[in-house]
């Protein structure tokens, strides 16, 4: 009996209590309605797709995956997330060294370098999984020479705002696909 042909792959998992950021935001609705401000303990979870199990001549370093994912945390780690793309948004004159604004009809006057604009237009779970996904793999291409994208098939990244309630992105190589799950 001869066995079937088989698709050899293997999938690296990396789910850190270091590899979080606590945000704040407003999800706005359809309707302009919005949440009041608020924030979470974002939780981030790393899956790297490999195109076939590593021998040791060729593994990978988790510490590599996990400076780049740690990186692109920190940017968003104690801040006030804004969707730059949300039409209930609108800019307000301020003062140096600060950011207004009038969101869903409310003002709002923050300090600026506690205010991070994303160029999306709700600040959701869906958006900032996608956003992580996109500045992990730009991380990991600018800080390391030694990169290894053809070996690697896709990559996911999976927020979780409040244990049990996220979404996952996931960026697919082989045929530059990209999805999003929600849960």
């Not at 370098?113 to 793999?137: G, K, M, P, Q, Y």
């Not at 290894?148 to 979780?160: H, L, Q």
């Amino acid at each position: 009996m001869t066995m079937p042909d088989r698709q050899r792959s293997c999938t690296l998992h990396i789910r850190k209590d270091a590899l979080k950021f606590s945000a704040a935001h407003m999800t706005v609705f359809p309707d302009g309605g919005k949440e009041n401000l608020h924030g979470h303990n974002y939780q981030v979870e790393l899956a790297v797709e490999l195109a076939e199990p590593p021998a040791l001549a060729h593994m990978l370093s988790y510490e590599v995956f996990k400076q780049a994912l740690r990186a692109a945390c920190n940017e968003w780690d104690e801040k006030v997330l804004i969707a730059a793309d949300n039409p209930w948004l609108e800019m307000l004159a301020a003062a140096d060294g600060e950011y207004a604004f009038r969101l869903c009809g409310k003002r709002y006057v923050l300090p600026t370098d506690e205010v991070v604009v994303l160029a999306v237009d709700n600040i959701t779970a869906e958006n900032l999984a996608r956003l992580l996904c996109e500045r992990f793999w730009e991380q990991l291409a600018r800080d390391h020479s030694i990169f290894w994208p053809e070996r690697i098939t896709a990559v996911s990244v999976r927020i979780d705002e409040s244990r049990g309630q996220g979404a996952t992105y996931r960026m697919g190589f082989g045929n530059r696909s990209s999805e999003i799950v929600s849960e």
